[in-house]
């Protein structure tokens, strides 16, 4: 039987809808909270920094990432400076590079360097990671972001990579490395195993983990097949026999 709450690996919430946040901020057992564009713009976000602003205040100091949207190194830079002053618990998420493919390794060794805990996003490859790792602070907290269900969607088991990363960064031991992109409840276990610090999981999927781990599997068979047989029933379905 496994209970999340006994569990080492911190659970961040993953999204942008303000209500969402506000409910799961009440979560003990959610410890952090991570945004991109993409779940801003699809939650209708129309001003960053307004949403940023209650975003932060909603979690009552628990950390909170808003990524850069700059396609240009040296204005990603000011663009984190800018967030980061918006409020004491805001972590910066950079790529960890640009759509044209170049690094953004200055940046991210820059800002860690000035105490800005950068959140390092999009990374997917041995050299990403590791190039990553050996820029961040040793002084200062930084976040290594993994897209495992994203490598997993390509066919390649994430957790060779993660365990990797992990080992990696012992080298800096206030990085932290995170599985990003989970695709399914029981990653959180394969983060844990994995030795991952964080995991960034969907608020509805936090909330299905919460709900059906250490679940009696004889019991969920049951639900199961009642599940089928009453929406048979009640859609009026017959087999002539």
């Not at 493919?101 to 999009?122: E, H, Q, Y």
């Not at 509805?204 to 250490?214: N, P, Q, V």
Request: aromatic share 8%; hydrophobic share 40%.
């Amino acid at each position: 039987m496994t209970d999340l709450s006994q569990l080492k690996i911190k659970l961040f919430a993953d999204g942008a809808d303000l209500e969402s946040i506000k409910e799961h901020a009440g979560n003990p057992l959610v410890q952090g909270f991570t945004t991109n564009p993409s779940l801003m713009r699809n939650a209708g976000v129309s001003d960053y920094k307004s949403f940023a602003l209650s975003a932060s205040e909603l979690v009552a100091g628990r950390p909170i990432s808003f990524e850069v949207f700059s396609d240009d190194v040296d204005e990603m830079v000011k663009q984190a400076q800018e967030i980061a002053s918006w409020n004491d618990n805001i972590n910066v998420k950079i790529p960890v590079i640009n759509t044209e493919g170049k690094s953004t390794i200055s940046a991210i060794r820059s800002l860690s360097s000035d105490g800005i805990i950068v959140n390092v996003t999009a990374i997917f490859t041995k050299d990403q990671y590791e190039q990553v790792i050996d820029a961040v602070s040793e002084n200062h907290p930084s976040i290594i972001s993994i897209f495992a269900g994203r490598i997993a969607d390509s066919g390649i088991d994430p957790t060779g990579t993660m365990t990797a990363a992990v080992k990696y960064a012992k080298s800096k031991p206030r990085a932290q490395i995170l599985w990003a992109s989970t695709r399914e409840p029981h990653s959180i276990l394969q983060a844990e195993a994995c030795g991952c610090q964080i995991i960034t999981v969907e608020p509805s999927m936090l909330d299905k983990a919460a709900k059906l781990f250490g679940k009696n599997l004889e019991q969920y068979s049951v639900e199961t097949v009642k599940q089928f047989y009453d929406d048979a029933m009640s859609s009026g379905f017959s087999i002539p026999i």
